[in-house]
């Protein structure tokens, strides 16, 4: 039963998660989906027009957003839609917009 009350706490924070970042982004992009490329060019301190898992850690960081760390990996795999370890802008916007 324990490992069932931790899954069942997992998808409950990591969907949370999901809402919170969602929301915080478009509060900072004014719900003005052309804004969307800015906010994810900001976050990609790489370059490398994808988000790695360190970099959206740090996104989430910078949202202030609160949440253990084991819990960025799952929300990371959701929004990499294309399960290439690492979330392109078409990704990023997609879950923004969904």
Known sequence: MPEDDDDENT???VKHLFAEV????NQLSKNDASLYRKVFNDFDLSGTQCLTIDEV???????RISVERKYIYPFFKIV???NS???EFEEFEGYLTQ
Do not use: S, V
Not at 22 to 25: K, L
Not at 57 to 63: D, F, P, R, S, V
């Open 80 to 82: 990499d839609g294309n």
């Open 22 to 25: 969602r929301n915080r982004i």
């Open 11 to 13: 998808r409950a924070t």
């Open 85 to 87: 370890g690492a979330i």
């Open 57 to 63: 850690t740090n996104m989430i960081a910078k949202l």
